[in-house]
């Protein structure tokens, strides 16, 4: 079965949105660095939330054919990142992200809009 990346993206985006994730961005890398096409950012309120998000990705991207190659950050739960390869997810609380700033970072990426995953 080919994979298709941005189906791939659209799955984590509904994974996140069903555990109530906060501020989801996603960012389209593909033009500006080879390590993925894609980062998927969020934020939780607490850890056992941030888990629960973890999980729902990792189920979500694996019904789409996706398989997780790499995590970090399970066992904290402030930060986690699941590496889908094309897919690199990262998970924060807010004190975290905001500290982290992936989005200012990452400014040159593209954002794909809301409307887009959905």
Do not use: C
Request: aromatic share 10%.
């Amino acid at each position: 079965m080919e994979k298709n990346i941005f189906e791939g993206v659209k799955a984590a985006y509904k994974g996140l949105d069903d555990k109530l994730a906060i501020d989801i961005k996603v960012l389209d890398i593909s033009e500006i660095s080879p390590i993925a096409d894609y980062f998927v950012i969020a934020s939780g309120s607490n850890s056992n939330q941030i888990k629960a998000m973890a999980d729902s990705v990792e189920e979500n991207l694996y019904k789409a054919g996706f398989r997780l190659s790499h995590s970090e950050g399970m066992q904290t739960g402030s930060w986690i990142l699941l590496d889908f390869g094309d897919i690199i997810v990262h998970l924060f609380n807010e004190e975290d992200r905001s500290f982290y700033n992936l989005e200012r970072i990452w400014g040159d990426a593209k954002e794909v809009s809301s409307d887009e995953l959905k």
